[in-house]
């Protein structure tokens, strides 16, 4: 089992800058590629981000790609997401998730965390 608990959402204009944070724990951080997932009102989760394992590998949705970084830190079992140049469109929550890699988490599969919201006015 792996628990995900994230952080760092909250309000924010258009054009500003938000970090997420996804803090991770029981089994080996580590051997897990990490990602991000959103859903808007009304809309179904999508695919954000995504890390490999060892942190060498990145994939981004093209709707985030040149604004949003991935990254991760094994030794403190956390995962970022940095979001600049921040849209409207961005409003969502946003989901952590913990997959076996990236491939298989594009799948929506593997665990996930609660949640944290982001919002952003024009």
């Known amino acids: 089992q792996v628990q995900l608990v994230e952080s760092g959402g909250g309000l924010a204009q258009a054009g500003e800058s938000l970090r997420l944070s996804c803090v991770a724990s029981?089994?080996?951080?580590?051997?897990?590629?990490m990602g991000w997932f959103r859903q808007a009102p009304g809309k179904e989760r999508e695919f954000v981000a995504a890390i490999s394992s060892d942190g060498v590998n990145t994939n981004y949705a093209d709707s985030v790609k040149g604004r949003f970084t991935i990254s991760r830190d094994n030794a403190d079992t956390t995962v970022y997401l940095q979001m600049n140049s921040l849209k409207p469109e961005d409003t969502a929550v946003y989901y952590c998730?913990?997959?076996?890699?990236?491939?298989?988490?594009?799948?929506?599969?593997?665990?996930w965390g609660k949640g944290t919201l982001v919002t952003v006015s024009s």
């Open positions: 998730n913990a997959a076996s890699s990236i491939p298989i988490m594009r799948y929506g599969v593997g665990y």
């Open positions: 029981g089994r080996t951080f580590s051997s897990y590629a």
